[in-house]
């Protein structure tokens, strides 16, 4: 019977969530890979127990995570829930999304109020949960009136399925309508979920800016570019990485010739602030004022601790600031 660590808030960083009641771990997990048909589901309980015993309180899901079989991410979790997290209930943050292919026909994909709420209830039964803590449209629909999503997600929340709402993928512009309408509808926007990391900073345009005026929290996805910012691509991609799997984007979006020579440099700089490449990449995404907590990915509990010391310097020098950006020009 699995019991919680007594210090498993000791060491874990809290920050406050924009202007809301909510502190979330500066490092939360996210289970976008690593928790569909990889691995046994003992092997994904033995990650996320280990994440709750060192304070991560928040782990973050979508319907489709589990590729290729969408949905299993949820199903596997709430196995791992059920047997052993679910006496600590109140002690967790879970967040889930909707707004990718889902099902067939018109009705599963993109924002519509059907879609949102028919996806949640769907989370709802793999994971065994009565509600989530928050619930994210997952990106921006072009066609459907962003009222009939935000108004979806207003609800949701009104009804019990959901504590809070959040938005992901959504740009400067796109982020202000909603979180003016879901304000509008009495339900403030808790949390931005954008991708942001070294060689991706589109974030710094403008969205940053907002969520801190508008009093949004944020979190960051894909702060390691898909594991680009680690050592694991410096002599090569290695034939049981993430970037040899068929299909895979990160080959050709990161793994350029061009951008592994600023990659080794980094490796450089994090190996003279005594960190590896990987823990320097979050604290980096940290620094942000904007930026509440950064999402993790991890394959084994050894990779969970190691990204999670990143919380051991969290500060740079002026310097140092300087020479990342003189390395991404």
């Given amino acids: 019977m699995y019991q919680a660590a007594e210090n498993r808030y000791d060491t874990m960083k809290y920050k406050r969530c924009g202007r809301s009641g909510i502190m979330l771990p500066m490092v939360s997990l996210g289970l976008w890979q690593n928790f569909g048909l990889e691995k046994p589901v003992s092997e994904q309980g033995e990650i996320l127990l280990s994440a709750f015993d060192m304070g991560i309180t928040h782990f973050d899901l979508a319907n489709n995570y589990g590729f290729p079989a969408p949905g299993k991410a949820e199903e596997n979790f709430g ?9 600590y209930r109140e002690e967790l943050i879970i967040s889930t999304k909707a707004g990718y292919d889902m099902w067939p026909g018109p009705y ?7 879609y949102l709420m028919s996806s949640l209830d769907q989370s709802l039964k793999r994971m065994g949960l009565e509600y989530v803590d928050i619930f994210y449209h997952h990106r921006p629909d072009p066609e459907t009136p962003l009222e009939e999503t935000m108004g979806a997600l207003a609800d949701i929340v009104k009804q019990g399925k959901a504590l809070y709402a959040g938005i992901s993928n959504y740009g400067e512009q796109e982020a202000v309508k909603a979180i003016s309408m879901l304000r509008d509808l009495g339900v403030p926007c808790l949390i931005d979920q954008p991708r942001y990391n070294m060689l991706e900073r589109g974030a710094e345009d403008g969205l940053f800016g907002a969520l801190l005026e508008q009093g949004t ?23 049981d990485s993430r970037a040899a799997r068929k299909g895979t984007t990160i080959g050709g979006r990161y793994l350029t ?24 990449a979050l604290s980096w995404v940290l620094r942000e004022p904007a930026v509440t907590s950064v999402l993790i990915g991890a394959s084994s509990v050894k990779q969970l601790e190691d990204n999670a010391a990143c919380l051991e310097n969290l500060s740079f020098t002026q310097q140092e600031l300087k020479e990342i950006d003189i390395i991404l020009k």
Wanted: some cysteine.
């Fill in 79 to 87: 196995t791992v829930l059920k047997s052993d997290l679910l006496p």
């Fill in 108 to 114: 599963g994909n993109w924002g519509s109020r059907k």
């Fill in 217 to 239: 929290g944020c979190i960051c996805y894909s702060p390691l570019a898909q594991g680009a910012l680690t050592n694991r691509y410096l002599n090569g991609v290695p034939a």
């Fill in 257 to 280: 010739e061009e951008r592994l020579e600023q990659i080794r440099r980094l490796d450089e700089l994090a190996g003279k602030r005594g960190q590896t490449l990987a823990q320097m």
